[in-house]
């Protein structure tokens, strides 16, 4: 039986996950939340899934996990094994990279790249109005955030160097949203030539790219 994401393929969370389970080759049942009829703040759901309201929720039987790093992190380690891609190295100094990586994503990636979607993108599709003072804000704070960025990744083609890991699968979902939305100039520009480099060599994963075209 297929280990079940309640979620929305869609939804920029569940992709980091499909994108993950792409990668391994792992089938996933994705089961879609009726998230514009609220289905994500039911009581029901709530209490038996997720208790902040939020998706996506992996169900594997008995077991139960929410928040999508941490899903990504137990497909991992279910299904890679030695005839797999490594997106977690069993070397306590490479998966400590890792975990370092990702903290990065959500801190400083996080706080300017999602929320630069949240304005240019997300808002527009929950019948809002983008915030230009504050797109322009999350654009300088982008520019400054990918310069350290381009320092990180001086000589490298991915995060770890030559593997394509978790660290880069975790910044696919919001990075992908916001260079279409805007920063594709910010990511590519001369003066980042690392980041174009990692950019390119991530989102051009087969596994990314089959992600997005459901
Ligand atoms: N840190 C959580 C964030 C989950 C999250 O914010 N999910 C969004 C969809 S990508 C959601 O459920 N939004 C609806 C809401 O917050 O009400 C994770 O990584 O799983």
């Not at 959500?106 to 109005?129: A, N």
């Not at 400054?144 to 979902?173: F, R, S, W």
Request: hydrophobic share 40%; charged share 25%.
């Amino acid at each position: 039986m297929a280990i079940k994401v309640i979620g929305s393929a869609r939804a920029t969370c569940t992709q980091r996950i499909i994108a993950v389970a792409k990668a391994l080759n792992v089938d996933l049942e994705i089961e879609t939340l009726d998230m514009a009829n609220r289905a994500h703040k039911s009581p029901e759901y709530i209490k038996n899934y997720q208790p902040f309201g939020r998706i996506p929720v992996l169900v594997d039987g008995d077991f139960q996990l929410f928040e999508s790093r941490a899903i990504c992190r137990y497909l991992v380690h279910k299904y890679q094994n030695k005839d797999t891609i490594q997106l977690i190295p069993e070397d306590l100094q490479q998966s400590s990279l890792i975990e370092q990586y990702i903290s990065v994503e959500m801190s400083e990636w996080g706080t300017c790249i999602d929320k630069y979607v949240y304005e240019t993108v997300f808002k527009k599709m929950f019948g809002l109005t983008p915030d230009e003072e504050k797109i322009a804000e999350l654009r300088k704070a982008a520019e400054q955030v990918l310069d350290v960025y381009n320092q990180m990744l001086e000589g490298k083609d991915y995060l770890l160097g030559d593997k394509y890991t978790l660290a880069d699968i975790c910044h696919l979902p919001y990075g992908q949203h916001a260079y279409n939305a805007g920063l594709a100039d910010v990511f590519d520009a001369p003066s980042r030539p690392n980041v174009a480099r990692w950019w390119k060599n991530i989102s051009s994963q087969p596994s990314w790219q089959a992600t997005i075209a459901n």
